[in-house]
């Protein structure tokens, strides 16, 4: 194969893998700017806390320190998320969506405290630390 | 390298702005790690880490906009164990 072909063949590859990534990535998501209901807007919340507990619970040992912040993140997630299915289960008790922002909240500010531990791992990793 | 800079997502909310500011901690810490001194372990162990947090921020960014447009599936959500 001379090399023109090769470069040609190459460059088919490159223009495939492109187009399959893009295609790869192409998955619904919110238009920017557009409102959300109160419910979606938890759920998604909820979705997110759970994405992000779950992966840095998968990698705990990369960040032990951060463990009883996690702790206590996943206490304030499982409240939300239980509150959360029990008012969907009938969404007959408005009051119960209206606990739900402040639940939200004191999660978004367990995981803000997490930011706290990172800070020390990210400085001071723990084959440094005695 | 990922940008310093947060990309602004839409409709964020206050969780998911608490993730972005660890992902600014992430991103600056894998940016100074390179430029505070000779290539000794603990800075790659720092920087490695701020890349672990990096990724996980990212995916739960990802998301986040993922499940604002899609409907409630409750079936996504679940309770989750302690870390012991």
């Given amino acids: ?121 990210m400085t001071q990793p723990a084959a440094a630390v005695h | 390298m990922d940008s310093l800079i947060p990309t602004p997502t839409p409709n964020e909310s206050p969780l998911s702005e608490a993730l972005l500011l660890i992902q600014s901690s992430a991103q600056l810490a894998a940016l100074v790690a390179p430029l505070t001194g000779p290539a000794a372990p603990e800075v790659a162990a720092g920087a490695a880490v701020a890349a672990a947090v990096i990724g996980i921020i990212q995916h739960a960014l990802t998301v986040h906009q993922q499940a604002l447009g899609m409907p409630l599936d409750l079936s996504q959500l679940h309770q989750i164990a302690p870390v012991v």
């Fill in chain 1, 1 to 121: 194969m001379n090399l023109r072909v090769r470069i040609r063949a190459l460059l088919t590859a490159i223009v495939i893998a492109v187009a399959l990534t893009a295609c790869a990535k192409h998955t619904p998501t919110a238009t920017p700017g557009t409102p959300v209901s109160t419910e979606q807007q938890i759920y998604a919340d909820l979705v997110t806390a759970q994405a992000a507990i779950e992966g840095f619970r998968d990698k705990i040992g990369t960040f032990p320190k951060i463990k009883p912040q996690l702790n206590e993140v996943i206490a304030s997630y499982n409240l939300a998320e239980a509150a959360f299915e029990d008012y969907e289960k009938t969404k007959s008790n408005p009051a119960e969506l209206a606990k739900l922002p402040g639940m939200i909240n004191d999660l978004k500010l367990k995981i803000t405290s997490v930011e706290t531990g990172l800070g020390q791992t």
